[in-house]
């Protein structure tokens, strides 16, 4: 089964920084990554599908990229609703996650 | 809008049995396979199981193959999770969730808010 490893664990970062999140997969899921975006108290929400495509109402400062084994979440220009916890996702026989990476303030 | 809402978590001892309810509203519901996802305290997130359209194929991790059953009613636009011998680490915040594509099946859009099921004596 595939494991989808994310890093770092905790970024702590101030407003108005860029911000590069990275998910690593065990074998190669061509471009099928998703990334999500927690936080407190709510459920995640669905932020880029395929690994590039920002979901509906997902702002532009948000953008995915990579492929087989390496993806990249990134930030351009971190707002305070940013900080929060972000997931990756891939589907191959079951739905996987990544661990997560908190976003904090600095 | 699409609406998840679900229902029915809530304390109960090692060994027991819940039943979870996710009502579905703002979509076509027959269209869309449909998922659980749980949250444990202070943790990720995990798949728990996954249903097809019709009903007819269920997926489960395989933490909770053989205890936990995934059903859904297309006439009444409800999910279900039923949930037998539940152990500790079955304590989570459980997600109903709406897949997409229909045709791939792989992303989770949009979640319901949850609803908190713990096992403990």
């Known amino acids: 089964e595939i494991v989808l490893t994310q890093s770092p664990a905790t970024l702590s970062l101030s407003p108005g920084e860029r911000v590069t999140l990275s998910c690593r997969a065990s074998q190669s899921v061509s471009s099928y990554l998703a990334w999500y975006q927690q936080k407190p108290g709510q459920p995640p929400r669905l932020l880029i599908y395929d690994a590039s495509n920002r979901a509906t109402g997902i702002p532009a400062r948000f953008s995915g990229s990579g492929s087989g084994t390496d993806f990249t979440l990134t930030i351009s220009s971190l707002e305070a609703e940013d900080f929060a916890v972000y997931y990756c996702?891939?589907?191959?026989?079951?739905?996987?996650f990544g661990q997560g990476t908190k976003v904090e303030i600095k | 809008e699409v609406q998840l809402l679900e229902s029915g978590g809530g304390l109960v001892q090692p060994g027991g049995s819940l039943r979870l309810s996710c009502a579905a509203s703002?979509?076509?519901?027959?269209?869309?396979?449909m998922s659980w996802v749980r949250q444990a305290p202070g943790k990720g997130l995990e798949w728990v199981s996954t249903?097809?359209?019709?009903?007819?194929?269920?997926y489960y991790a395989d933490s909770v193959k053989g205890r936990f059953t995934i059903s859904r009613d297309n006439s009444k636009n409800t999910l279900w999770l039923q949930m037998n011998s539940l152990r500790a680490e079955d304590t989570a915040v459980y997600y109903c969730a709406k897949l997409v594509t229909p045709s791939t099946s792989r992303w989770f859009d949009p979640w319901g808010q949850g609803t908190l099921v713990t096992v403990s004596s």
């Open positions: 249903i097809s359209q019709d009903g007819a194929t269920p």
């Open positions: 996702q891939h589907r191959s026989n079951w739905w996987t």
């Open positions: 703002g979509f076509t519901f027959t269209t869309y396979a």
